[in-house]
């Protein structure tokens, strides 16, 4: 490019000319993905995160029945 010139445009090509259509994509089958084993959890692990569950909510339940239990004493005695 010299001095003074503007650079040059491309020219799009002929419409009367066959282009060639665009490739389309063909769509590959995935294997379907194994959990790797650190991502699984050990099922003693669940059955343990299951029993402290049940725990922890007999253990609610006990409380709030304690808790009516004192309640209904202290208004018998007011």
Same mark, same amino acid.
């Given at each position: 490019? *010299?001095?003074?010139?503007?650079? =040059?445009? =491309?020219? *799009?090509?002929?419409?009367?000319?066959?282009?060639?259509?665009?490739?389309?994509?063909?769509?590959?089958?995935?294997?379907?993905?194994?959990?790797?084993?650190?991502?699984? &959890?050990?099922?003693?692990?669940?059955?343990? @995160?299951?029993?402290? =569950?049940?725990?922890?909510? @007999?253990?609610?339940?006990?409380?709030? &029945?304690?808790?009516?239990?004192?309640?209904?004493?202290?208004?018998? =005695?007011?």
């Amino acid at each position: 490019m *010299s001095k003074g010139k503007s650079p =040059r445009k =491309r020219k *799009s090509p002929a419409s009367d000319e066959a282009q060639p259509p665009a490739p389309v994509p063909v769509p590959v089958p995935t294997p379907e993905r194994r959990p790797v084993v650190s991502e699984r &959890r050990p099922l003693a692990l669940d059955d343990l @995160a299951r029993v402290v =569950r049940q725990m922890v909510g @007999a253990v609610l339940d006990l409380a709030d &029945r304690a808790a009516e239990v004192i309640s209904k004493r202290i208004e018998g =005695r007011a």
